[in-house]
């Protein structure tokens, strides 16, 4: 039985892989901290409506990279997956024109950390209740 049939699972599927992606797009930034005239990047947040376009699949996955040098490659701009990420704006700039605010993005890692142990939770609860459902619950 494939789970990602089931909507529910799917769109928890959907949310996790936002997540993990978002959680890429933070570190970088949080790596860049130091770097002059870096950018500070975000993901461009899920909405409800794309995902239920691509659960009906409407939409495909394509990564894009770009690289400043040869020698280097980095998320600084493109897709990724199907969400797009651009750079962040209203943040204060440093003198040497880098936009990370190290306690801003902290703030964020937590709260995508948050978010990604509530999603797991759902499915969990869920996985649970399948189980229940058809009888092979081992009375946890």
């Known amino acids: 039985m494939d789970l990602t049939n089931i909507p529910i ?5 959907q949310r996790l892989g936002w997540l993990n992606h978002n959680q890429s797009v933070i570190t970088e930034n949080i790596s860049q901290a130091d ?6 990047k975000e993901l461009d947040k899920q909405e ?4 239920v376009e691509e659960l ?6 394509s990564v894009q990279m770009r690289s400043g040098n040869a020698r280097h490659m980095d998320l ?3 897709t990724v997956g199907n969400y797009r990420i651009s750079e962040a704006k209203g943040r204060e700039e440093s003198p040497n024109g880098n936009s990370v605010v190290l306690e801003e993005e902290m703030m964020t890692l937590a709260n995508n950390q948050m978010e990604y142990g509530m ?3 759902l499915y969990k609860k869920n996985l649970g209740l399948l189980k229940k459902a ?3 619950d081992s009375g946890r």
């Open 76 to 78: 600084s701009g493109g």
């Open 119 to 121: 999603v797991i939770n």
């Open 48 to 51: 409800f409506s794309g995902l």
């Open 9 to 13: 699972m799917a769109a928890l599927k």
């Open 35 to 40: 770097t002059p005239g870096y950018r500070a």
């Open 134 to 136: 058809i009888g092979k």
């Open 56 to 61: 009906s699949g409407g939409k495909t996955s």
